[in-house]
């Protein structure tokens, strides 16, 4: 038998097969052709839980894709094809799936046969997604949940998956729990963040960090320096003093108008003078779009919520949920006590002058002074995350052969899906992320 090195990519929310395309060829260029001794390269774009089966869960999502590993695996030997070698590269909620994935493998003794090579994600929440000082994102927060069906409630942590009653996001940066074993037998782990403009999925939670170091990057006297091979890849970053910084020009009030864009999806946008008539309708197309949009998530959240009950009482397998769940009856350890609070209070983690969320109680009263720094309100970039969340950082930062490359996509309303090409014939400025896929490909262990 020949031997293969398996490659698994998964799309994320909302997402299907042809959204990683791009991120197909770019592998298949790189690596398809080359063989490293007798093992070839075969990628499979994971297809069953794809469009509106992304709202059942990372769980549910997992399962369907591990499933789908195990086909592919045995319809290969049946070639006379021996998967011995096995990779994952998530994008968005496609990085926790692969998170899951990886358990359920790991449980069915896949690893003791195949070995782990290559785990990458690009722009996945891996603490979930954070809450932000803004109304935004406590509306987002609160409606998220009700209009994502079991994947919103996972992605804002709000789900009670373990019989701990622990959030999914938090089980899987456990290191007692098989999730995080199986990720840390993987030699390779590298994950892609977008260092600003993703409005999905930011830098805090894809870059697993509890602080933002590009939040005011224009203000701050930030200095980076680029891979010069590799297009919007940050080589290298660091703090100047902010007397040195540089501030850009304000740009004049006619050009501020030639230059304004509507906050709508991409194909609604136009250029100037078309953006004045766009905005002139925008009391039309605002409120059209927000019932249309509110109307179409809680139809499909419906749809998901009536799937996952048929699933629940057809399912026949043990799944993992219930495997932890007899495991976190039986052992009672320190780790898990420290996630025994889940719906915490969420804390500013900025250093913010007169703050210090480690430091709860003070021997000496606060002067006047103090507490009027202390209430301060934080930056808007500065994430309000869990006692939870900071844990989930923690861990996995704690994990030796993680590998960090933060993106940069200046000039991009919403970079999310710039980084892996996601849809290049319909907005050709995605193929700006194809320096960061050449980036992933070329650092690829075969």
């Given at each position: 038998m020949?031997d293969?090195?398996?490659?698994?990519?998964?799309?994320?929310m909302?997402g299907?097969?042809?959204?990683?395309?791009?991120?197909?060829?770019?592998?298949?260029e790189?690596?398809?052709?080359?063989?490293?001794g007798?093992?070839?390269?075969?990628?499979?774009?994971?297809?069953?839980?794809?469009?509106?089966?992304?709202?059942?869960?990372?769980?549910?999502?997992?399962?369907r894709?591990?499933e789908?590993?195990?086909?592919?695996?045995?319809?290969?030997?049946?070639?006379g094809?021996?998967v011995?070698?096995?990779?994952?590269?998530?994008?968005?909620?496609g990085?926790?799936?692969?998170?899951?994935v990886?358990?359920?493998?790991?449980q069915?003794?896949f690893?003791e046969?195949?070995?782990?090579?290559?785990?990458?994600?690009?722009?996945?929440?891996?603490?979930?997604?954070?809450?932000?000082?803004?109304?935004f994102?406590?509306?987002?927060?609160?409606?998220?949940?009700?209009l994502?069906?079991?994947?919103?409630?996972?992605?804002?942590?709000?789900?009670?998956?373990?019989?701990?009653?622990r959030p999914?996001?938090?089980?899987?940066?456990?290191?007692?729990?098989?999730?995080?074993?199986?990720?840390?037998?993987?030699?390779?782990?590298?994950?892609?963040?977008n260092?600003?403009?993703?409005?999905?999925?930011?830098?805090?939670?894809?870059?697993?960090?509890?602080?933002?170091?590009?939040?005011?990057?224009?203000?701050?006297?930030?200095?980076?320096?680029?891979h010069?091979?590799y297009?919007?890849?940050?080589?290298?970053?660091?703090?100047?003093?902010?007397?040195?910084?540089?501030?850009?020009?304000?740009?004049?009030?006619?050009?501020?108008?030639?230059?304004?864009?509507?906050p709508?999806?991409?194909?609604?946008?136009?250029?100037?003078?078309?953006?004045?008539?766009?905005?002139?309708?925008l009391?039309?197309?605002f409120?059209?779009?927000?019932?249309?949009?509110?109307?179409?998530?809680s139809?499909?959240s419906?749809?998901?919520?009536?799937?996952?009950?048929?699933?629940?009482?057809?399912s026949?397998?043990?799944?993992?949920?219930h495997?932890?769940?007899?495991?976190?009856?039986?052992?009672?350890?320190?780790?898990?006590?420290?996630?025994?609070?889940?719906?915490?209070?969420?804390?500013?983690?900025s250093?913010?002058?007169?703050?210090?969320?480690?430091?709860?109680?003070?021997?000496?009263k606060?002067?006047k002074?103090?507490?009027?720094?202390?209430?301060?309100?934080?930056?808007?970039?500065?994430?309000?995350?869990?006692?939870?969340?900071?844990?989930?950082?923690?861990?996995?930062?704690?994990?030796?052969?993680?590998?960090k490359?933060?993106?940069?996509?200046?000039?991009?309303?919403?970079?999310?899906a710039?980084?892996?090409?996601?849809?290049?014939?319909?907005?050709k400025?995605?193929?700006?992320?194809?320096?960061v896929?050449?980036?992933?490909?070329?650092?690829?262990?075969?």
């Amino acid at each position: 038998m020949s031997d293969v090195h398996l490659l698994v990519l998964i799309h994320g929310m909302w997402g299907n097969p042809s959204h990683l395309a791009h991120v197909n060829k770019i592998i298949r260029e790189v690596k398809g052709e080359v063989e490293d001794g007798d093992v070839k390269l075969e990628v499979l774009v994971a297809e069953t839980n794809k469009d509106e089966s992304t709202y059942d869960g990372i769980d549910w999502g997992g399962e369907r894709v591990a499933e789908e590993i195990r086909q592919k695996t045995a319809d290969l030997e049946k070639e006379g094809r021996k998967v011995t070698r096995f990779s994952v590269t998530g994008y968005s909620l496609g990085g926790l799936v692969a998170r899951y994935v990886i358990g359920v493998l790991h449980q069915s003794k896949f690893f003791e046969t195949v070995q782990p090579v290559n785990f990458n994600t690009l722009a996945t929440p891996h603490i979930g997604i954070p809450r932000f000082p803004s109304t935004f994102s406590s509306i987002s927060a609160f409606l998220g949940p009700k209009l994502l069906s079991r994947s919103g409630e996972q992605f804002f942590c709000v789900d009670k998956w373990s019989p701990r009653g622990r959030p999914l996001v938090e089980v899987l940066a456990d290191p007692d729990r098989i999730f995080y074993q199986a990720l840390i037998l993987f030699p390779n782990i590298r994950i892609y963040a977008n260092a600003i403009n993703d409005l999905t999925v930011p830098y805090v939670t894809s870059g697993i960090s509890a602080e933002d170091p590009f939040g005011d990057y224009e203000k701050n006297g930030i200095k980076i320096d680029f891979h010069e091979e590799y297009k919007h890849v940050i080589k290298s970053y660091s703090a100047v003093p902010l007397s040195s910084a540089t501030t850009k020009e304000p740009q004049r009030w006619y050009e501020s108008i030639r230059n304004m864009r509507v906050p709508l999806p991409p194909r609604f946008q136009a250029e100037f003078p078309l953006n004045l008539a766009v905005y002139a309708l925008l009391p039309i197309l605002f409120p059209t779009f927000i019932c249309l949009a509110l109307i179409r998530l809680s139809f499909q959240s419906h749809q998901s919520r009536g799937r996952l009950r048929h699933l629940e009482a057809q399912s026949t397998r043990e799944r993992l949920v219930h495997i932890i769940g007899k495991l976190e009856s039986e052992l009672e350890s320190a780790a898990v006590d420290l996630y025994d609070d889940p719906a915490g209070t969420p804390i500013a983690t900025s250093r913010i002058s007169g703050v210090d969320p480690a430091n709860k109680a003070s021997s000496t009263k606060p002067t006047k002074g103090q507490q009027k720094k202390s209430q301060s309100k934080p930056p808007p970039y500065q994430p309000l995350l869990t006692p939870g969340q900071l844990q989930c950082i923690e861990n996995l930062n704690n994990i030796p052969q993680l590998k960090k490359e933060r993106t940069f996509f200046e000039g991009v309303r919403n970079s999310h899906a710039v980084i892996v090409c996601r849809d290049p014939k319909m907005f050709k400025h995605h193929l700006e992320g194809e320096g960061v896929l050449r980036h992933w490909a070329d650092h690829f262990e075969l």
